[in-house]
Structure formats: C-alpha cells, structure tokens
C-alpha cells in the first residue's frame, strides 16, 4: 500500500493540561484527538523507517499479567469524577475488569498502571495483549466515542506518547480499533483498523508489539492482531530524531475541546499481558522459629515477602542445606506472609528460604540450626 497523507494533522491538535496522579509529581500530557471528525479520517499507514538516533538505557523487562481477580493496587484512577475503573464483572471471562462509560471530557483521565519500574523507549521491544468487550455505544445521531488502551507516557511533555490500540467511531452497531504510535512531539501515525462488533456478550482477543527494528527500512513497526485481522504501522524515516516514553499501562481518553454531551462508549478490557520492567529483587524476611526443644526435629518459621508496588511474589519455597548438600526445595504456605514447617536432620544444617517476584527475581535469606539428636 502506498503512503497517504492524513486531512488533519494530529500533532496541530489542542495540548491537554497538566494533570496530578496520586503519589506522583505533576504531570503535563499533550492530546490529538480533541473534536475530530472520525468519519472524515484518512489513516496513514506509512513506511519507510530508519535507526534511532540517540542511545538509550536498557531496561530489563517481563511481562506482567493482571486479571483483576482483585483490585490491583498498581492501577490507578487519574479522576476521581471518571466512571470507569476497576469493575467486580465476568464479562471479559475472568473475576473482573477494568472499564465502564467512557465520555469525551475537557480533561485527561486513565485508568491504568503506573508502576512499570521504569519507561520503555522506543529501542525495546514491548507488547501488550488481551480481551476486549464493547458493550454500548452511542447510536444516532452518530455521535464519535474514543479511547485508547496500551502504554503510555505520564511525562512532561506536551502531547501524551502513545503505542497500542485506538477505539473510536460512529453509531450503536460497530467501532474501529486499530494501532496508533504518538511520538513526544506529537506525531502520530495510525494504522487501517478492525471493525468490532458492539455486543455485551462476545468479546474480541487482541495483542500489540512495538520492534524497533522493524518495518522496510528496519527502524520500527507495530504490528496489531484484533480478532482475526493482522494491521501494522511502519514509522516514517522522518521520525528517526523522534523519541517515545512510556512508564503507564491501561485505558485513556485525551481532552477533548467540544466533547458531544451525548457520546459515549462502554468499554472493559481484561486478562491482561503487558511489558513492564523487572523491578527489584524481593525483600525477604525470617520473623519468627519456632521449635519446642533443641532435640525436636520439627521447626517452624514464619516471616514476609515484600516487593515493588506493582509486582507481586509468585511463591516462597525453602530446602534444607547439611554438608554441602541441598535437599529437595519444597513450597511454604503462603507469600506475603509465609510459614514453613521443617522437619531437620541431626546435627548443623541451614534452612534457606527463597522468596520469587512474578518478573522471576529471587531473593534468598537463611537461618542455621542444629539438632542435638
């Protein structure tokens, strides 16, 4: 397909105003689809890619899941007045949700999470990936409903760095949602999009990944998968001074400077996968041993596991280390609050206890112990 050119620039569109997330300094974020006209959008789908120019720091990343058994506590809402959020429903297929009536605002609001332990740049390679259910939208007239789900950026800049999926369009029937990459400077590109049907009783799988090293000239591609239809944007090499930085995950609308009163859309998106940084190590524990007598065999401890806001501790496991030998590594009850019951040979031995984050760090601590018969 040849490069086309978009009827109005997305980087001349209003700046949205600082905003203030809980916790966190201010932060100024940049919007570009304020009062669009998304019947008259032309998509760009443009190549012709090259390298980036600056190096950038390395990241370690995994990929975080969130199903929102419970509400996480990494997730965050930017408005107190917004009516989506963290929902208790199955409708995604799992125990709950993110979501609920998105309406075009004056002001920035997300619901997302703002612990990554870190922002991705546009050297690494990131995705992300889950279910998507829209459930009503406004009908006729053909009011025009946006949002955007994926990573970005909660920085300073004036336009908010975005790469994942747009959903926006007209009527009750259905929406577009394609991938959208927008740079710090607010040059945005777009991809041709799938059309979903609006149903509360289906919900579409899609998935995301940002390579840097893709597209024709080898310098950048986001490739989306929406159900069964496969779309991609490749970067222009116009863009190779252009720089992204993303440290958030989740749902986002941008301000819109004359928001139809009468739009919006009932979006949730669960069983998440999304990139985020590795963080640190786990902080473990050893509060409490319990033993009746130095002769028993039998001990107790009890202890912690702690780590970053935003991941979480996957397992806590213990063995038992005598003459330089280690016994089999068997699972203790509990993560945050952990007990492990251990039956120790006669003699010196250490018992060791290793504490692991979901992104796969591990920690261990120990404690010697001996037994006099």
Not at 15 to 30: K, N
Not at 62 to 69: D, I, K, L, S, V
Not at 91 to 96: E, F, K, L, N, V
Request: charge should be positive; proline fraction near 6%; include cysteine.
């Amino acid at each position: 397909m040849s490069p086309r050119t978009p009827r109005r620039s997305l980087a001349q569109l209003p700046v949205i105003p600082v905003f203030r997330f809980p916790d966190l300094e201010a932060t100024g974020l940049g919007g570009w689809i304020a009062a669009m006209d998304f019947r008259g959008l032309v998509f760009v789908f443009l190549v012709s890619v090259s390298s980036v120019a600056a190096a950038e720091p390395v990241l370690s990343l995994y990929q975080r899941g969130e199903n929102f058994a419970e509400r996480p506590r990494n997730w965050v809402q930017s408005q107190t007045n917004q009516f989506y959020g963290f929902d208790q429903t199955r409708i995604t297929g799992g125990r709950g949700a993110a979501g609920g009536f998105l309406q075009p605002r004056t002001f920035f609001n997300c619901y997302a999470d703002i612990y990554l332990n870190g922002a991705l740049q546009r050297g690494a390679v990131f995705s992300g990936s889950g279910r998507l259910v829209l459930a009503r939208t406004s009908g006729l007239p053909p009011f025009t409903a946006a949002a955007y789900v994926g990573h970005f950026g909660r920085t300073t800049e004036p336009f908010i760095n975005t790469v994942g999926l747009a959903v926006y369009g007209a009527g009750a029937g259905n929406l577009f949602v394609g991938p959208v990459v927008q740079f710090a400077d607010g040059t945005a590109f777009t991809g041709v999009p799938a059309s979903v049907l609006v149903s509360a009783f289906r919900f579409v799988t899609w998935t995301y990944e940002w390579n840097p090293s893709g597209g024709l000239d080898g310098a950048g591609r986001l490739t989306a998968v929406i159900g069964n239809v496969t779309t991609f944007v490749d970067v222009p090499a116009s863009t190779r001074d252009k720089t992204f930085t993303l440290d958030a995950f989740g749902i986002y609308q941008p301000r819109f400077t004359s928001p139809e009163a009468d739009s919006f859309v009932e979006l949730y998106v669960g069983q998440l996968g999304y990139t985020a940084g590795v963080g640190n190590p786990p902080k473990v524990n050893i509060r409490r041993i319990r033993r009746s007598s130095p002769e028993s065999a039998d001990i107790t401890l009890e202890g912690t596991a702690r780590v970053l806001r935003g991941n979480r501790i996957k397992a806590v496991r213990y063995r038992i280390v005598r003459d330089g030998k280690t016994r089999q590594t068997r699972a203790a009850d509990g993560t945050t609050d952990w007990t492990a019951r251990v039956r120790i040979p006669q003699g010196q031995s250490r018992i060791e206890i290793i504490a692991r984050s979901d992104s796969g760090l591990t920690t261990t601590t120990e404690r010697r112990v001996r037994r006099t018969r």
